[in-house]
């Protein structure tokens, strides 16, 4: 267990339509990334928060928006979703020791677009 | 544009065997990599990491040995167990960390 926790595990929905990924990060940590993994694509990075503020950016669509909440929990907002959306969205969560940074993930949630 | 990739989609060793997974990376500033084990529906774990003033890191049966001129990383596992049966990832970056595509390793019993 990683110490992330991700809502909801599943989510089913259809074209069209707008969902909201929740990220608890873990005690302590003030830096949530979230991503997008597809079979088709791998693991993308789309969005890093540090501390309540965007940190960095990267293939994140449009439609998607996120944010971060004071205390430090994380959403993930998705709209007018396609099909191509269907995909496995992890976040994580990390600090920064000795330089260094290593990212802690969540279990993921699993979205389908019908 | 920049990528990390990997040699090969997939890996079958025998148990008991030491198994290597490869990844080379384009970017030549890269200076932080990370390899990652994912678990059929589990996130990515955290397995090893290595910066680039360094060419080997060892843990806890594995190695994650770094070559910067042919832009080469590899992750060794020694005595590979059934539990190591995964997907592996490299990654390389900070904040905008970027992922190769996966290495699927099976364990033969």
């Known amino acids: 267990d990683s110490g992330v926790t991700q809502t909801p595990k599943h989510l089913i929905t259809a074209t069209g339509q707008r969902v909201t990924l929740r990220c608890s990060p873990r005690s302590g940590d003030l830096s949530v990334y979230w991503y997008q993994q597809s079979l088709d694509q791998g693991l993308q990075f789309l969005i890093q928060?540090?501390?309540?503020?965007?940190?960095a950016k990267g293939n994140i669509l449009e439609r998607f928006s996120a944010q971060q909440f004071p205390d430090l929990h994380s959403e993930l907002n998705l709209s007018s979703l396609e099909l191509g959306d269907s995909a496995l969205y992890f976040c994580a969560s990390s600090v920064r020791q000795g330089g260094q940074e290593t990212q802690y993930f969540g279990p993921g949630t699993r979205l389908l677009v019908l | 544009g920049e990528s990390v990739g990997l040699h090969l989609p997939t890996l079958s060793v025998q148990e008991g065997d030491n198994s290597i997974i490869n990844c080379a990376y384009s970017?030549?500033?890269?200076?932080?990599f990370i390899w990652y084990k994912q678990e059929s529906g589990k996130g990515p774990q955290f397995i090893i990491d290595?910066?680039?003033?360094?060419d080997k890191r060892q843990g806890q049966r594995v190695t994650v040995l770094l070559n910067k001129t042919v832009k080469h990383l590899s992750l060794q596992i020694a005595a590979t167990q059934p539990g190591d049966s995964a997907v592996y990832f490299c990654a390389e970056g900070f904040n905008d960390m970027r992922f190769g595509a996966g290495t699927r390793l099976t364990v033969k019993p």
């Open positions: 928060y540090y501390n309540g503020e965007e940190r």
């Open positions: 970017n030549s500033a890269s200076d932080y």
């Open positions: 290595i910066r680039s003033n360094m």
